[in-house]
């Protein structure tokens, strides 16, 4: 892969980051409930998901019955699919977003093409149901702004990712 096309995916992830995020944040500002999800909610929820990438690669259709939008996540598997993980994720972090319901699980791996990244899985409740906002998890999606701390350092700088400041 050349330098230009991983810069490209770089950007797109983040944008995508950014948009999923801010969707997020007005599907639960006009939520009926304010009932936030919880740690052991989100965690049950990102383990189930890595287990079915794990256990299915490539499979969108099972995939992508998570999340919030079949569309967008189909759309990110096919932008992203050929870098669809062959080893598990590690969930190194967790934190709360209470003003807006939401909580975040961060997933340290590596992807298809053996690079490194770092995905700030976004859960928020919907219609009763706990969903990320994106279930392709090697995406390198990061965190809200002001929910971030600095990079660990065991990353190259060309594949740093803000990280929550957990």
Same mark, same amino acid.
């Given at each position: 892969?050349?330098?230009?096309?991983?810069? *490209?995916?770089?950007?797109?992830?983040?944008?995508?980051?950014?948009?999923?995020?801010?969707?997020?944040?007005?599907?639960?500002?006009?939520?009926?409930?304010?009932?936030?999800?919880?740690?052991?909610?989100?965690?049950?929820?990102?383990?189930?998901?890595?287990?079915?990438?794990?256990?299915?690669?490539?499979?969108?259709? *099972?995939?992508?019955?998570?999340?919030?939008?079949?569309?967008?996540?189909? *759309?990110?598997?096919?932008?992203?699919?050929?870098?669809?993980?062959?080893?598990?994720?590690?969930?190194?972090?967790?934190?709360?977003?209470?003003?807006?319901?939401?909580?975040?699980?961060?997933?340290?791996?590596?992807?298809?093409?053996?690079?490194?990244?770092?995905?700030?899985?976004?859960?928020?409740?919907?219609?009763?149901?706990?969903?990320?906002?994106?279930?392709?998890?090697?995406?390198?999606?990061?965190?809200?702004?002001?929910?971030?701390?600095?990079?660990?350092?065991?990353?190259?700088?060309?594949?740093?990712?803000?990280?929550?400041?957990?």
């Amino acid at each position: 892969m050349t330098d230009a096309y991983m810069h *490209r995916r770089a950007l797109v992830a983040g944008l995508r980051a950014s948009a999923t995020i801010a969707v997020a944040v007005t599907v639960v500002g006009c939520a009926a409930s304010s009932d936030g999800v919880s740690r052991e909610e989100a965690r049950s929820r990102a383990v189930a998901i890595i287990d079915v990438a794990m256990r299915y690669p490539n499979d969108s259709d *099972r995939l992508c019955n998570f999340g919030l939008s079949v569309e967008v996540c189909e *759309r990110d598997v096919a932008d992203f699919g050929t870098y669809w993980p062959t080893v598990a994720p590690t969930i190194v972090c967790d934190f709360e977003i209470p003003t807006e319901g939401i909580y975040v699980i961060t997933l340290e791996g590596r992807d298809g093409q053996a690079r490194p990244y770092v995905h700030h899985m976004a859960f928020i409740r919907q219609d009763g149901s706990v969903e990320p906002t994106t279930p392709v998890f090697w995406l390198n999606m990061e965190a809200p702004s002001d929910q971030v701390a600095t990079t660990p350092a065991t990353l190259p700088e060309t594949q740093r990712t803000p990280q929550p400041a957990c």
